[in-house]
């Protein structure tokens, strides 16, 4: 028994070892990000102001444009800020009892009401309850994140489709969302869950990131497979809650692993 607590004490330090690496890294990745586009941003305001003085007369359209530009590096900057936020947010979890077959189909229900026109097939196989350890609150980001992702991957002019899965496998619920989208590089997928910051609108910020802390965080796994013109497809997997089982007598997983399965 001294044996098994020592080695669960272990792993809990573990994790919140990697969970403060990864959190410092974002951080440094958040200065970055921030600083870069503050220089032109700075120099945008001054060439107008010069601007006014030397051209009154077509100052009104270079303003109009300039103004543009600055409001859409202020978004990304106010994107940037409110994804770490909710990083943050996930280093404070609650590991209660979430029945996620429930989950995932509240979560169908909302996204089934998009504006896109995309219709969404699911298969529960006749489940009706699966219980996991998790966040209550935060395992429905991992649903939203995933849905808007594929919602958002499919090209103009394609009557998009998401087909969501899901089984019990192997003592664990098994779920697989896939879009017929525009799929994902090769040479981005091993990098996809890392925290990626950029003052681009195409950029993929903390979203997968958070995804992958928080089904790692219950003790799951999550991983894609894409192809480009045909589709995406993300699988999670998370363990059921065993018969007298505890929250704190499964360790979490630690939070931030940075290739697919």
Same mark, same amino acid.
């Given at each position: 028994?001294?044996?098994?607590t020592?080695?669960?004490?272990?792993?809990?330090?573990?994790?919140?070892?990697?969970?403060?690496?990864?959190?410092?890294?974002?951080?440094?990745?958040?200065?970055?990000?921030?600083?870069?586009?503050?220089?032109?941003?700075?120099?945008?305001?001054?060439?107008?102001?010069?601007?006014?003085?030397?051209?009154?007369?077509?100052?009104?359209?270079?303003?109009?444009?300039?103004?543009s530009?600055?409001?859409?590096?202020?978004?990304?900057?106010?994107?940037?800020?409110?994804?770490?936020?909710?990083?943050?947010?996930?280093?404070?979890?609650?590991?209660?009892e +979430? #029945?996620?077959?429930? %989950?995932?189909? !509240?979560?169908?229900?909302?996204?089934?009401? &998009?504006?896109? @026109?995309?219709?969404? =097939?699911?298969?529960?196989?006749?489940?009706?309850?699966a219980?996991?350890?998790s966040?209550?609150?935060?395992?429905?980001?991992?649903?939203?994140?995933?849905f808007?992702?594929?919602?958002?991957?499919?090209?103009?002019?394609?009557?998009?489709?998401?087909? +969501? #899965?899901?089984?019990? %496998?192997?003592? !664990?619920?098994?779920?697989?969302?896939?879009? &017929?989208?525009? @799929?994902?590089?090769? =040479?981005?997928?091993?990098?996809?869950?890392?925290?990626?910051?950029?003052?681009?609108?195409?950029?993929?910020?903390?979203?997968?990131?958070?995804?992958?802390?928080?089904?790692?965080?219950?003790?799951?796994?999550?991983?894609?497979?894409?192809?480009?013109? +045909?589709?995406?497809?993300f699988?999670?997997?998370?363990?059921?809650?065993?018969?007298?089982?505890k929250?704190?007598?499964?360790?979490?997983?630690?939070p931030?692993?940075?290739?697919n399965?």
């Open positions: 028994v001294e044996d098994k020592y080695e669960e004490e272990e792993k809990k330090e573990q994790f919140e070892e990697s969970k403060s690496k990864t959190l410092n890294r974002i951080i440094a990745g958040i200065a970055h990000e921030i600083k870069n586009p503050l220089t032109p941003m700075k120099l945008s305001v001054q060439m107008a102001q010069m601007k006014q003085q030397r051209d009154p007369e077509n100052f009104p359209e270079y303003f109009e444009k300039t103004s530009l600055l409001i859409e590096q202020i978004d990304n900057l106010s994107r940037i800020a409110s994804e770490f936020s909710t990083f943050a947010k996930t280093t404070v979890t609650v590991r209660e +979430v #029945d996620l077959a429930s %989950k995932v189909r !509240s979560v169908v229900a909302l996204f089934e009401n &998009n504006p896109e @026109g995309v219709r969404f =097939e699911t298969d529960m196989h006749d489940i009706s309850s219980m996991v350890w966040d209550n609150k935060q395992i429905l980001q991992v649903f939203n994140n995933l808007k992702n594929a919602i958002q991957a499919i090209p103009d002019g394609v009557q998009g489709l998401i087909k +969501v #899965d899901f089984q019990i %496998k192997d003592e !664990s619920a098994f779920i697989s969302i896939t879009d &017929n989208g525009c @799929g994902i590089p090769e =040479e981005n997928l091993q990098t996809i869950f890392q925290p990626n910051f950029t003052t681009k609108t195409s950029g993929m910020g903390l979203g997968l990131s958070i995804v992958k802390t928080i089904v790692n965080i219950a003790n799951g796994e999550i991983w894609v497979d894409s192809k480009v013109g +045909v589709g995406t497809t699988y999670i997997s998370i363990p059921l809650i065993k018969p007298g089982e929250p704190d007598d499964v360790a979490p997983q630690e931030t692993p940075t290739e399965q």
